[in-house]
T-cell receptor, first 112, second 112 residues
Framework: EAGVAQSPRYKIIEKRQSVAFWCNPI?????LYWYQQILGQGPKLLIQ????????DSQLPKDRFSAERLKGVDSTLKIQPAKLEDSAVYLC??????????FGPGTRLTVL | AQSVTQPDIHITVSEGASLELRCNYS??????LFWYVQSPGQGLQLLLK??????LVQGIKGFEAEFKRSQSSFNLRKPSVHWSDAAEYFC??????????FGAGTTVTVRA
């Protein structure tokens, strides 16, 4: 069974530029999550989708971050404009039944 | 407030020696508990999980963890460490809303 796929794996941008990350969850997994992991910290939930609807986006900085999950499968997370403090690893996870999450390899973002 | 604490930031252990990583949680009811491992540049891999039942849980790669309600702990153990076990380990918990909260992580270094 294929795991959670993410791209790109690495991205370097200048501050105030925009960037987008893509995630393809495990086939059949209805729930999809985006996490932000700052160096030296545990992952922090940004947004949770159930199929193509948002369940929780309370920790998403909505002035610059947006996410969508069209057709309840793939998802895209966007940052516009990026700030220096957005440098982090962005992890996507998916879950079949909500109790166990499986993570992708992450996208490491560096904002200069 | 619900939280999980990993008291040890960094542990160094000799190859072949035993390893124990500590995890304490704060939650009014019985949480769902997880241990994940993150190798450099990789996403998080699930080692084991506890939902209910037997308090000693076996996981992958020879790891086990024991849930102790009286101590609010879920410590991870491995009898004999291999060099490939060098990584960062995260304890996480969720309640019935299935939103994962992670500890800050423990970095394990294995010396020859």
């Amino acid at each position: 069974e294929a795991g959670v796929a993410q791209s790109p794996r690495y991205k370097i941008i200048e501050k105030r530029q925009s960037v987008a990350f893509w995630c393809n969850p495990i086939s059949g997994h209805a729930t999809l999550y985006w996490y932000q992991q700052i160096l030296g910290q545990g992952p922090k939930l940004l947004i949770q989708f159930q199929n193509n609807g948002v369940v929780d986006d309370s920790q998403l900085p909505k002035d610059r971050f947006s996410a969508e999950r069209l057709k309840g499968v793939d998802s895209t997370l966007k940052i516009q404009p990026a700030k220096l403090e957005d440098s982090a690893v962005y992890l996507c996870a998916s879950s079949l039944d909500g109790d166990t999450q499986y993570f992708g390899p992450g996208t490491r973002l560096t904002v200069l | 407030a619900q939280s999980v604490t990993q008291p040890d930031i960094h542990i160094t252990v000799s190859e072949g020696a035993s390893l124990e990583l500590r995890c304490n949680y704060s939650y009014g009811a019985t949480p769902y508990l997880f241990w994940y491992v993150q190798s450099p540049g990789q996403g998080l891999q699930l080692l084991l999980k506890y939902f209910s039942g037997d308090t000693l849980v076996q996981g992958i790669k020879g790891f086990e963890a024991e849930f102790k309600r009286s101590q609010s702990s879920f410590n991870l153990r491995k009898p004999s460490v291999h060099w490939s076990d060098a990584a960062e380990y995260f304890c996480a918990f969720t309640s019935n809303d299935y939103k994962l909260s992670f500890g800050a992580g423990t970095t394990v270094t294995v010396r020859a």
